[in-house]
């Protein structure tokens, strides 16, 4: 798998742009990156630091932008409510076209690389992480972090519904794990996955 993370710093995200036959860039962050060939954008979830630069990175390489089904129906009734960008005052173009939706167990096929959908409730209602089974890489969005999980408390957000995802995460064997904030974590990711209690 060819990969190309962009960590960010603050409230910004960080996005991963996995290069194949297609050109798959995983969240989209707060933060202008030079990217000239998108073919998808798949959100993780729908928060505003995750899909900030959404707009502008499908009107400039005219990818489409994916999510889950759960997660986009949740998000189109209320873009503003649904993203949080309310809650914490940001302002950001959240007009973008949603052009496909994904449900748990699909797979992404990119031409050489697979990955695929685990859609994880808790952080929000359809949240998703994304799997590649041949080198064990697990995109883990707001669920997980490599310290920590993600937060419950806004709007869509489920204690219960967490728990149980971070459960079936664990379940899964992974080498790395690239989360939606911080550092990647690139040793005993089986054991950290297992050790993590709510």
């Not at 960010?8 to 996995?18: D, K, W």
Request: glycine content about 8%; aromatic content about 10%.
């Amino acid at each position: 798998m060819n990969l190309k993370p962009f960590f960010s710093t603050g409230v910004s995200s960080n996005i991963y742009l996995v290069e194949d036959k297609k050109n798959l860039l995983i969240d989209a962050g707060m933060d202008p990156v030079n990217l000239t060939k998108v073919d998808i954008l798949i959100l993780t979830h729908s928060h505003f630091d995750h899909c900030a630069m959404a707009k502008e990175i499908q009107d400039k390489t005219g990818c489409e932008i994916w999510m889950s089904t759960k997660e986009a129906d949740f998000f189109e009734k209320n873009r503003s409510e649904a993203s949080a960008a309310r809650y914490f005052d940001f302002d950001v173009n959240l007009d973008f076209k949603i052009s496909k939706k994904l449900n748990d167990g699909d797979i992404i096929d990119l031409g050489g690389t697979k990955l695929k959908v685990f859609v994880v409730p808790g952080h929000t209602p359809g949240g998703i992480v994304l799997y590649e089974p041949e080198s064990k890489t697990l995109f883990s969005g707001d669920t997980v972090f490599s310290a920590g999980y993600g937060r419950y408390d806004l709007m869509g957000g489920e204690y219960a519904s967490l728990k149980e995802s971070i459960a079936r995460i664990s379940k899964l064997d992974v080498k790395t794990l690239y989360p939606g904030h911080g550092p990647a974590l690139k040793s005993s990711v089986n054991e950290y996955l297992k050790s993590i209690r709510l």
